[in-house]
Antibody, heavy 125, light 110 residues
Framework: QVQLQESGPGLVKPSETVSLTCSVS?????????WGWVRQPPGKGLEWIGN???????YYKSSLKTRVTISMDTSKNQFSLYLSSVTAADTAIYYC??????????????????WGQGTLVTVSS | QSVLTQPPSVSGAPGQRVTISCTGS?????????VHWYQQLPGTAPKLLIY???NRPSGVSDRFSGSKSGTSASLAITGLQAEDEADYFC???????????FGPGTKVSV
């Protein structure tokens, strides 16, 4: 059974880069799935950040792509999120997730399951 | 501002049926992109409830069902129970944004 666990600093200063790691157990990240990050500001809705495949293919939310990098460490079965130049608006619970999919013929429908428990990142000086 | 709209809240008595709508546009739901639904119980991570418009993952109660028509999708909960009190989010893909998008969420009260 696949399980995901996020880790990272709880507090980051404005303008710094936050790095979060997702450790995956029970499933190899080198399988034919994408792995992603979703965040949720306290008391608000969900926001997709990006997806990454072990082949190196990545997709990022258009409004974040200049600040986001997702990398994969297959030797540790982990993947990481790097978000640069953070501001208070980046304060959120960050979730890692596997991106599941099926073919609709004209495109691959993708959804997020399962999810890690989430880690709160607070941006404050 | 999400490109998918959901009612902020719905409520029902135990045993009743409630529905949550997810309305999009011709660049997402109306373009044929699937809608998926998540349940987020208080203080926990979201959990997949429905994928591919109508499919329930293994372990999800058959009291939950999804449908899609045109630019909208719906999640129905029948036999409402106290344990169903949660936030529910729809998700799809938007071709104009080239982003995966979520609805703002609907809080279900029992």
């Amino acid at each position: 059974q696949v399980q995901l666990q996020e880790s990272g600093p709880g507090l980051v200063k404005p303008s710094e880069t936050v790095s979060l790691t997702c450790s995956v157990s029970g499933f190899s990240i080198t399988s034919d799935f994408y792995w992603g990050w979703v965040r949720q500001p306290p008391g608000k809705g969900l926001e997709w950040i990006g997806n990454s495949h072990h082949s190196g293919t990545t997709y990022y939310k258009s409004s974040l792509k200049t600040r986001v990098t997702i990398s994969m460490d297959t030797s540790k079965n982990q993947f990481s999120l790097y978000l640069s130049s953070v501001t208070a608006a980046d304060t959120a619970i960050y979730y890692c997730t596997r991106v599941d999919y099926h073919s609709r013929g004209y495109y691959f429908a993708k959804w997020f399951a399962p999810w890690g428990q989430g880690t709160l990142v607070t941006v404050s000086s | 501002q999400s490109v998918l709209t959901q009612p902020p809240s719905v409520s029902g008595a135990p045993g009743q049926r409630v529905t949550i709508s997810c309305t999009g546009s011709s660049s997402n739901v109306g373009a044929g992109y699937d809608v998926h639904w998540y349940q987020q119980l208080p203080g926990t991570a979201p959990k997949l409830l429905i994928y591919g418009n109508t499919n329930r993952p293994s372990g999800v109660s058959d009291r939950f069902s999804g449908s899609k028509s045109g630019t909208s999708a719906s999640l129905a909960i029948t036999g409402l129970q106290a344990e169903d009190e949660a936030d529910y989010f729809c998700q799809s893909y938007d071709t104009s944004l080239s982003d995966y998008v979520f609805g703002p969420g609907t809080k279900v009260s029992v």
